[in-house]
């Protein structure tokens, strides 16, 4: 081929491949099997991160009896206890998602996606050999840092391979699939963590079978193509070119027309953003927000599914039947997002956070005050359905308000916050539950909700139908 052809070839890249370019191509998909499978594909790879985070909660009975740790301490801050196994993990989380954010969009979704699970897996691996407690903490807490970097980039990496007006249900999908690692980590710990098969504690046994099974990703990993939105940010527009290519093929649609080349800004090299920069406008305020709002919802979230197993038992519950009831309830889990899937699109994304808050709120003050088994189980269910709601709407949301070129670092910075207060939710629930017991407990998730639906009432933007970096 001719220098003049090659010429050629590469401005008819730029026509169709630059970053806007890539942005309204995306938009413009029509649905189709290859997409949701890369969805789902993804949201597998994201089912280990998801059995990894939640066995935090359920292995906790199996740490206290094997002398590792105890369910509350004298002090606040107390090491020894299951909160600060809860705080190593969230503290991991935000070294993972504050400072580590950047590395997916520098180096691609698809690289730190594949690696950052390889990395939390090993350190899990090491932390269920551990035969003390700073042992356990200090490994729990390097495992957490792979867990939230994972996070981050699942979360741009779906984002930007669907389009808005199905985004919704994309990352309701996408929960739902992560999700069922709920029920089987609870299986697990349900007949592995009161025994210990070969003479081994039964919570070391599911830790590793999730890191044993995570080398799944050696061959999902195969089967992912890079964001081409990502690629087309960082001046590679042959190769987004490729992509959309297949995407276009596999939709049954053609590949558009080259616009006219005054019209079309070519691939260009990203612009590098410090973090300094998030606090400067137009996005600082948007930074703002979603940095309370994370705050907050963390323990409305985490202040109840990780501490299901022991909210119960301190209700009288023995541990063999309230890792039981846990079992149950983690089956809602993946059901609320799937259920949540059929009016994911159709209402604003902060007016699904704000009614999930609500719903929180309700049914948690409900579980504090019912004793009946069945009653406690409906409402335990209740509540997990509100927060996975909660979940999939705010994973999507803080995600596509940003811009491409930064949206793991922004996203990684305000996800973060989630991550501190998880941290200190792990002390100050441990506390609550010794000082006030199990409506404590909620009566604080119930304070943290309000705040939630009243930032993102009155100040959440709105992103229905809207383009990625419009």
Same mark, same amino acid.
């Given at each position: 081929m001719s220098a003049v052809e090659l010429g050629s070839v590469a401005d008819l890249a730029n026509t169709t491949s630059g970053p806007d370019q890539i942005s309204r191509r995306l938009e413009a998909l029509p649905t189709s099997g290859y997409v949701w499978r890369l969805v789902i594909l993804l949201s597998l790879g994201g089912c280990f991160e998801i059995y990894d985070l939640f066995f935090t909660g359920y292995i906790a009975p199996g740490l206290a009896r094997s002398g590792l740790m105890t369910t509350t301490t004298q002090a606040f801050f107390g090491f020894s206890g299951i909160g600060a196994f809860v705080a190593a993990t969230f503290a991991g989380l935000f070294i993972g998602t504050f400072c580590l954010g950047f590395l997916a969009d520098r180096y691609g979704r698809k690289a730190v996606f594949t690696y950052s699970l390889l990395f939390y897996s090993a350190a899990s691996v090491i932390m269920a050999c551990q035969t003390t407690p700073g042992g356990l903490l200090l490994w729990r807490f390097i495992a957490g840092i792979g867990i939230g970097i994972e996070v981050i980039t699942i979360d741009a990496y779906i984002t930007e391979l669907v389009p808005s007006w199905m985004r919704g249900r994309a990352f309701a999908i996408n929960q739902a699939v992560m999700l069922s690692a709920v029920p089987i980590v609870a299986a697990l710990s349900w007949w592995l963590v009161p025994a210990t098969p070969y003479g081994i504690d039964g919570w070391r046994w599911v830790v590793l079978i999730g890191a044993a099974a995570s080398m799944i990703i050696w061959v999902l990993r195969l089967y992912v193509p890079e964001s081409p939105l990502w690629l087309a940010r960082n001046g590679r527009a042959a190769e987004a070119e490729t992509i959309m290519r297949t995407l276009d093929a596999a939709s049954g649609t053609a590949a558009p027309r080259p616009a006219p080349a005054a019209a079309v800004a070519s691939a260009r090299a990203p612009v590098e953003t410090g973090y300094a920069d998030l606090f400067r406008p137009p996005y600082a305020?948007?930074?703002?927000?979603?940095?309370?709002?994370?705050?907050?919802?963390?323990?409305?979230?985490?202040?109840?599914?990780?501490?299901?197993?022991?909210?119960?038992?301190?209700?009288? /519950?023995?541990?063999?039947?309230?890792?039981?009831?846990? %079992?149950?309830? @983690? &089956? !809602?889990?993946?059901? *609320? $997002?799937?259920?949540?899937?059929?009016?994911?699109?159709?209402?604003?994304?902060?007016?699904? /956070?704000?009614?999930?808050?609500?719903?929180?709120?309700? %049914?948690?003050? @409900? &579980? !504090?005050?019912?004793? *009946? $088994?069945a009653l406690l189980i409906a409402s335990g269910v209740l509540v997990t359905g509100a927060n996975m709601t909660l979940s999939y709407a705010y994973h999507a949301y803080q995600t596509e308000v940003f811009p491409t070129a930064i949206r793991a670092r922004a996203a990684g910075l305000v996800y973060s916050m989630s991550r501190l207060s998880a941290t200190f939710s792990g002390f100050i629930v441990a506390f609550m539950l010794k000082e006030a017991g199990v409506i404590g407990v909620f009566g604080l998730i119930t304070a943290a909700m309000v705040i939630v639906i009243v930032t993102i009432g009155v100040w959440g933007p709105l992103v229905r139908g809207k383009p990625l970096d419009a």
């Open positions: 305020s948007l930074v703002v927000l979603f940095m309370i709002f994370n705050l907050c919802q963390a323990f409305g979230v985490y202040g109840f599914s990780n501490w299901v197993p022991a909210l119960l038992v301190q209700k009288g /519950i023995n541990v063999t039947k309230s890792l039981q009831y846990s %079992f149950i309830i @983690a &089956f !809602a889990y993946p059901l *609320a $997002p799937l259920l949540a899937a059929t009016f994911a699109d159709r209402f604003e994304r902060k007016w699904i /956070i704000c009614g999930a808050a609500a719903a929180i709120s309700v %049914f948690g003050l @409900a &579980f !504090a005050q019912l004793t *009946a $088994p």
